[in-house]
């Protein structure tokens, strides 16, 4: 559509362009559109990174729904304005969003928490080491590689040449005889 190389289009013509799936329409949309709609958004949601995703999700959306608008019921700007107001609600109500609220970067906090607080690890001040060395031996060789050398279940189990819930149960067995050792 030839119509779509000038940047100002009436609003019948773009909802024609988006209705018939022609590509070059959604590059004028988001070049007339896009920073009243990420106004809306971020309004919503004040993270800019996450701000500017649900922008490119209301594009994708619009994109998909297009055979849904219908000029009766209002503007084209107004329906996709709502569209952005939506999705931005449904991500601040999602359950990953919630969580990501709870969350702390690592990366910027360890060092951080580290600094302020001299802290180390070192568990033989608790005198960990000296109840794990208690422990049955088979109990310690589990605690040693998990807790102690960073493997994971599955590589413990490896190189004990045991089967993984094996390994879980003397790590469980392992946490309870210690927990005794604290009462």
Same mark, same amino acid.
């Given at each position: 559509?030839?119509?779509?190389?000038?940047?100002?289009?009436?609003?019948?013509?773009?909802?024609?362009? @988006?209705?018939?799936? /022609?590509?070059?329409?959604?590059?004028?949309?988001?070049?007339?559109?896009?920073?009243? $709609?990420?106004?809306?958004?971020?309004?919503?949601?004040?993270? +800019?990174?996450?701000?500017? /995703?649900?922008?490119?999700?209301?594009?994708?959306?619009?994109?998909?729904? %297009? #055979?849904?608008?219908?000029? +009766?019921?209002?503007?084209?700007? +107004?329906?996709?304005?709502?569209? %952005?107001?939506?999705? #931005?609600?449904?991500?601040?109500?999602?359950? /990953?969003?919630?969580?990501?609220?709870?969350?702390?970067?690592?990366?910027?906090?360890? #060092?951080?928490?580290?600094?302020?607080?001299?802290? +180390?690890?070192?568990?033989?001040?608790?005198?960990?080491?000296?109840?794990?060395?208690?422990?049955?031996?088979? $109990?310690?060789?589990?605690?040693?590689?998990?807790?102690?050398?960073?493997?994971?279940?599955?590589?413990?189990?490896?190189?004990?040449?045991?089967?993984?819930?094996?390994?879980?149960?003397?790590?469980?067995? %392992?946490?309870?005889? @210690?927990?005794?050792?604290?009462?």
């Amino acid at each position: 559509m030839t119509a779509l190389k000038k940047l100002t289009l009436t609003e019948p013509e773009l909802v024609l362009a @988006l209705q018939s799936k /022609d590509p070059a329409v959604l590059k004028t949309l988001y070049s007339m559109y896009s920073s009243a $709609l990420y106004g809306v958004i971020s309004r919503i949601i004040v993270h +800019t990174e996450l701000a500017e /995703d649900v922008l490119q999700e209301t594009f994708v959306k619009i994109w998909q729904s %297009a #055979s849904y608008y219908d000029n +009766t019921k209002g503007r084209l700007f +107004t329906w996709m304005m709502n569209i %952005a107001r939506n999705l #931005s609600i449904d991500k601040l109500r999602s359950k /990953d969003f919630k969580n990501s609220l709870k969350n702390q970067d690592i990366e910027n906090n360890v #060092s951080f928490v580290d600094e302020q607080n001299k802290v +180390t690890f070192n568990p033989d001040v608790l005198g960990v080491k000296q109840l794990v060395e208690n422990l049955k031996p088979d $109990l310690q060789a589990v605690l040693d590689l998990v807790y102690y050398k960073g493997y994971t279940h599955v590589e413990a189990a490896e190189k004990l040449n045991l089967p993984l819930g094996t390994v879980k149960t003397r790590i469980r067995l %392992a946490i309870i005889e @210690l927990r005794r050792s604290f009462n």
